[in-house]
């Protein structure tokens, strides 16, 4: 009896230890598995950076490229030939960025013996494209425009793809005036043409407090300067009055003055142009 009670707790202890070594055993293997499975995510995320970071080294960048082209016909003769009649007619309505007059006692901007207007702008900034409608509508009150373009603002820009004139080839002729225009970029930001002297001297002047609301906003474009007497920092309306409009669609529009596009380019153009006629009646008062 005693021997057949031993062998029992014998088997119940090797059974128990038994039991023991397998559920050990289950919780290594288990161990290995989760192990396995980590060390499988982390080979697969590797392999997924190792990819895209290869993918991004040998792809071919992407380039944004320029456009810009001659301005049609129609829309050179729309842009220069609205009469001065339908320019007083048009409100300008809220404006975004006032024409500022220059104190004075600082010297005239002359150039050839003439009156000089300068604009400094980019074809790829919003801002500069809505003034240089203004800006040509203008100026064909006073003189003659020939070999004008037509582009759009940037893509990637606030105000995106808005329709423009483009001065960067633009010829002017006037007796009255002396026109110097520099487009410092096209519209995909690529450098064009550089800041003459004179843009310099008169930005570091004029584009700059009191002349814009803050210190950050200096040096700001677009810029026009009226023969050292009136300034602007910036677009005279907000370019969204022209967004979804063709070139030809907006020349279209600007002997329409109950139109908001002709209210915004039309009416900016005769702020450009009473101030012009200040500086003229200036230089004939001097002799």
């Known amino acids: 009896m005693t021997n057949s009670r031993t062998h029992r707790t014998q088997g119940k202890q090797r059974a128990r230890e038994r039991i023991a070594a397998e559920r050990a055993a289950r919780k290594r293997a288990e161990a290995r598995r989760?192990?396995?499975?980590?060390?499988?995510?982390?080979?697969?995320?590797?392999?997924?950076?190792?990819?895209?970071?290869?993918?991004?080294?040998?792809?071919?960048?992407?380039?944004?490229?320029?456009?810009?082209?001659?301005?049609?016909?129609?829309?050179?003769?729309?842009?220069?030939?609205?009469p001065a009649g339908m320019l007083a007619q048009a409100s300008p309505g809220r404006v975004a960025t006032p024409l500022r007059q220059v104190p004075a006692g600082g010297p005239p901007l002359t150039a050839a013996g003439k009156p000089a207007i300068v604009f400094v702008s980019e074809e790829s900034c919003p801002f500069c494209a809505a003034e240089r409608c203004s800006l040509a509508v203008a100026l064909s009150h006073f003189g003659n425009w020939s070999q004008l373009g037509v582009t759009k603002s940037a893509a990637t820009d606030i105000f995106s793809n808005t329709a423009t004139l483009s001065f960067r080839t633009a010829r002017y002729q006037s007796t009255q005036l002396t026109l110097r225009t520099t487009e410092l970029a096209d519209n995909a930001g690529h450098p064009l043409q550089a800041l003459s002297a004179l843009d310099r001297q008169l930005i570091g002047r004029?584009?700059?407090?009191?002349?814009?609301?803050?210190?950050?906003?200096?040096?700001?474009?677009?810029?026009?300067?009226?023969?050292?007497?009136?300034?602007?920092?910036?677009?005279?309306?907000?370019?969204?009055?022209?967004?979804?409009?063709?070139?030809?669609?907006?020349?279209?529009?600007?002997?329409?003055?109950?139109?908001?596009?002709?209210?915004?380019?039309?009416?900016?153009?005769?702020?450009?142009?009473?101030?012009?006629?200040?500086?003229?009646?200036?230089?004939a008062a001097r002799g």
């Open 34 to 82: 989760r192990l396995l499975l980590a060390l499988g995510a982390v080979t697969a995320v590797v392999a997924i950076v190792a990819t895209l970071v290869t993918l991004k080294l040998t792809a071919t960048p992407a380039h944004l490229v320029a456009s810009e082209s001659v301005a049609p016909a129609a829309v050179t003769r729309q842009v220069t030939t609205v």
């Open 206 to 283: 004029y584009d700059v407090p009191p002349y814009v609301n803050s210190a950050d906003q200096s040096g700001a474009v677009p810029f026009l300067d009226i023969g050292n007497r009136y300034v602007l920092a910036g677009a005279q309306y907000d370019p969204q009055v022209l967004a979804g409009l063709s070139a030809a669609q907006i020349a279209a529009q600007l002997r329409n003055p109950s139109s908001p596009v002709a209210q915004a380019i039309d009416g900016s153009a005769q702020v450009i142009i009473t101030a012009i006629n200040h500086v003229l009646h200036d230089q």
